[in-house]
């Protein structure tokens, strides 16, 4: 079978809040391990943009493939399952569950996959500890740093080995220390698991790490860098 050209695939896609226009038919194209930014003001589009592809929002008009897949095609069930197996999310604010230790708030989406206790809890550890948070397995999220919970968050999106990982702002929060602690592990993402990588951040330096910068400005790809 022939290699598809692209491993996501955006066409056209126009978004609507009453009469607000948000994404005024956004299109482009991202191949299997690239690390693509997203850059736009508050309010061009960004996080809009990011939900839809996470399939955490639908566009009224447009197409989105992942990997083959028509996602927007999909039932409510079936996206469900696709956004656990193959979607990997990290947020600006972390979005760590504040009960929890690093190692749990890891391993829980591998459980809702299915896998058992045992396995989701060893497939977390093990990527802690390539994380450099092998001593912080037991810690919950007030006894780490910013840039730990990030990293328990990078962890915690790459887990079920997805398809694609979406990040929106996830240096906003950070001081410049670490922001780039964060902007080298992407970096080592990309390079260690080949990983897809869709980013949105004001953050420059974050964005010129990436192969290609897509600037969004008023719903609509405005130039490519």
Known sequence: MEEQAFFVKVESLRKSYGSLEVLRGVSFHVKKGEYVAIRGAS??????????LGLLDSPQEGIVEINGVSTLSLSEREKDKFRNQRIGFVFQFHELLPEFTAIENVALPALIRGL???????EAKKLLVELSLGERLSHKPFALSGGEK???????????????????????SLDEAHKEELHQLFERVQQEYNQTMIIATHDELLASRADRILQL????????K
Do not use: M, W
Request: aromatic letters at 0%; charged letters at 20%.
């Open 43 to 52: 309010g061009s589009g960004k996080t809009t943009l990011l939900q839809i």
């Open 116 to 122: 058992s206790l045992k396995e989701a809890l060893a």
């Open 150 to 172: 990030q990293r328990v968050a990078v962890a915690r999106a790459l887990i079920n080995k997805p398809d694609l990982l979406l990040a929106d702002e996830p240096s906003g």
């Open 217 to 224: 400005e008023a719903g609509q790809i405005s130039h490519i």
